[in-house]
C-alpha cells in the first residue's frame, strides 16, 4: 500500500515520475479523498499537490498519518497552514526555481504593454505598416521609475533586471532589506505615488488580499502601470477595472486574475493591458525543476531526513 | 531666402519646430529637389534629412552650396557619404538619444519570442484558457546563451540588459572590446555556434548587406533565435525565412525588414516570429530627441560652430 497521495492535474512527465518513484496514487482534486479507500487513506504520509483549489483542515482529517504536503508552486495559497499546523503536518514549496521565469515574464510585460506591442504586430500582419504608415509612437520605458510591491526572492529577481533598464528603484515590504540604494517606503500608497511602473511580487492569501488597493491604484496616476505576476487576488481586481477603463492609470499587465483561469470579461476589451494565462514559471525547464523538488521533500520525508523546502 | 532644406516626412511638431528654427523650406523626397526653384537650391547650405530613400551625389549636386547633411535617426546608410565626402560635405546622425529604445524592443522581441506571448494573449482574450486549459510550457530564457553581432553602443545596451538576465554573452565585432569578460569571436559562424539567441545590432549599408549569411544562420541551430533591431538588409532574409519554415532554427524577433514598410508576406503565417514595424526608437521621448539633435545639428553648421555627431 503506497504511502503517498499526488493531487492535481500533473502532465503525463511528472505523473509517471511520481509513481515510478513512491507508487503514488493520483487523484485529480482534493474533493476525491474521501471517496477513497479507508484503507488507502489511512496509509498515506506525505501529499504531493498542485492546483489552485483549496486543500483545508477538513480534507487533511481524511489523511490521520499525514505528515507532508509538498506543494508543486512558491505560492501555496491554496494551502490551509493554520490548518496544517494544528495537525502538525509540514507544508513545502518550490522556490527559487521559478524565480528566472517569473521576473522574465514581469520584464515582458512591462515592455509589450509600454511599448504596445501586440497593436505594432498587428500592424505588420494585417499589411496595415505599408497600407497606413509607421505605427503610433508610444512610451519611452528604460530610464524611468519603477516600484517593488513585495521584495521578496522575485521582487529582488525583478529589480536586479530593471536596474539594467536604468530604472530609479522603488519598493515597499515588510521591512526595509539591504539593497543597492533603491528607496524603501514603509506605506503601499507611497510607494505607488513615487513611481510610474509598480511591479507586484506580494505573497498571497488573506493577509495581502487587496493589498493593492483602490487607494494605491489611485496614487499610481494617469502614467501608471502596474504589472502582477504574484495571485490575482493581491489587487482590487473591481478598483484596477475602473481605473483602466477609465483612464486614472496608463496600463497593466497581468498574468494573474481573481478566479482564473475564468478571466473578468471587462478585461479582454482593453487595449492598454498585456494580459498572460497564468504562465510565469511556464517552461518546459523551470516545471521539471519544479516537480523534482516536490518529490525530493516527498523523498525526504519518506527517507526521514531534513525538508529541502518547508514553510512552517 | 532659406539656407535650410528639409527633407522628409516629418510629423506636425517636428515640422514646425524645423520651420520655426531655420525657416526650413520642406519637402517629402529628394526625388523633389529637382523641381526646387534656381534660387533656393543654390542657397541651401544645410538639409535636415529623414527617411529611407537614398540621397546620393546626383541629389547633392543640385545643392552647389551644401554644407552638412543631418540626418535624423542613427543609421545614415540612406545617404551616400562616399559622394558627401567628395564635395566636402559633412554628414550628422543621431547617435545614442535612441540606444535605450533600441535596447528595450530588442529584448523585448526575445522573450515575447522566447515566452510565446502572442498566442499566450490570444488565449487568454478568446477565452480558450478557461476551456482548454493552460498555455503549452515554453522555453526558459534567463540563464541561457547570448550573441551580440556587432558591439557598438546600441549593442552594447543591449549586452548590459541581457547580463541581468543571468546570460553568458558572446559578441562578435570588427575588433575585441573591453568588456566585463564576455567572450569575443572573431568569426560571426564561431559566435552563431556558440549561442542559441543572438542580437544583430550591425551598423547598415553596403559593407554589412547579407552579414548574417545562410551559414552563420545554419550555425545557429535548431535551438537558435535571431532578434534584428538594426537594418533588414544585414541578413539574408531568404536564408532566414527557409530556415525559420524548416525549423532548421528556432525563431526570430525582427523589427527591420528588407524592402521595409512591404515584409516578404512568408513572414506573416509564421508562429515561431515576433514582428514590429521598426518602431525601435518610436517613442515621444526618443523621437523628440533625435529631432532636437538634428536641429542641433544644423543649427551648429548654421553658426559655424562644431557639428555635434558627425559621421564623417
Redesign the interface.
Known amino acids: 500500500m503506497t504511502s503517498t497521495l499526488a493531487i492535481g492535474n500533473y502532465n503525463p512527465t511528472d505523473r509517471a515520475a511520481l509513481v515510478d518513484a513512491f507508487d503514488a496514487h493520483v487523484i485529480a482534486g482534493p474533493d476525491e479523498i474521501a471517496a477513497l479507500d479507508q484503507g488507502l487513506r489511512e496509509g498515506i504520509t506525505a501529499v504531493a499537490y498542485a492546483g489552485h483549489h483549496a486543500f483545508g483542515g477538513d480534507q487533511m482529517d481524511l489523511l490521520p498519518q499525514l505528515k507532508v504536503v509538498a506543494n508543486y508552486g512558491v505560492g501555496y495559497d491554496a494551502i490551509d497552514v493554520s490548518a496544517a499546523n494544528a495537525r502538525g503536518i509540514k507544508v513545502t514549496n518550490t522556490p527559487n526555481v521559478l524565480n528566472?521565469?517569473v521576473?522574465?515574464?514581469a520584464?515582458?510585460m512591462w515592455?509589450?504593454q509600454g511599448?504596445e506591442?501586440?497593436a505594432?504586430?498587428e500592424?505588420?500582419?494585417s499589411?496595415a505598416?505599408?497600407k497606413e504608415?509607421?505605427?503610433p509612437?508610444?512610451?519611452?520605458?528604460?530610464?524611468g521609475t519603477a516600484g517593488i510591491m513585495g521584495m521578496g526572492r522575485i521582487g529582488r529577481d525583478i529589480a536586479?533586471?530593471l536596474?539594467?533598464?536604468?530604472m530609479d528603484i522603488h519598493y515597499h515590504a515588510r521591512s526595509e532589506k539591504e539593497t543597492p540604494g533603491w528607496m524603501y517606503h514603509a506605506d503601499p500608497v507611497a510607494l505607488a505615488k513615487a513611481v510610474d511602473f509598480m511591479f507586484v511580487a506580494l505573497v498571497g492569501g488573506p493577509e495581502t488580499e487587496n493589498y493593492v488597493s483602490k487607494e494605491v491604484i489611485a496614487a499610481l496616476g494617469t502614467r501608471g502601470v502596474v504589472i502582477n505576476i504574484s495571485r490575482g487576488s493581491v489587487i482590487d481586481e473591481e478598483a484596477l477595472l475602473d481605473a483602466l477603463e477609465s483612464g486614472a492609470i496608463a496600463g497593466a499587465g497581468l498574468d494573474v486574475f481573481v478566479g482564473?483561469?475564468?478571466?473578468n470579461p471587462r478585461?479582454?476589451t482593453l487595449e492598454n493591458v498585456?494580459?498572460?494565462?497564468?504562465?510565469g514559471s511556464?517552461?518546459?525547464?523551470?516545471?521539471a525543476a519544479m516537480a523534482q523538488l516536490q518529490r525530493d521533500n516527498v523523498a525526504a520525508q519518506l527517507a526521514g531526513t531534513d525538508l529541502l523546502t518547508p514553510v512552517n
Open positions: 528566472d521565469d521576473a522574465d515574464l520584464i515582458a515592455l509589450v511599448r506591442m501586440r505594432a504586430e500592424r505588420v500582419r499589411g505598416w505599408a504608415g509607421p505605427a509612437l508610444n512610451r519611452k520605458l528604460s530610464g536586479d533586471r536596474a539594467a533598464f536604468k482564473e483561469p475564468k478571466v478585461f479582454l498585456a494580459l498572460q494565462p497564468h504562465q511556464g517552461t518546459v525547464q523551470t516545471r
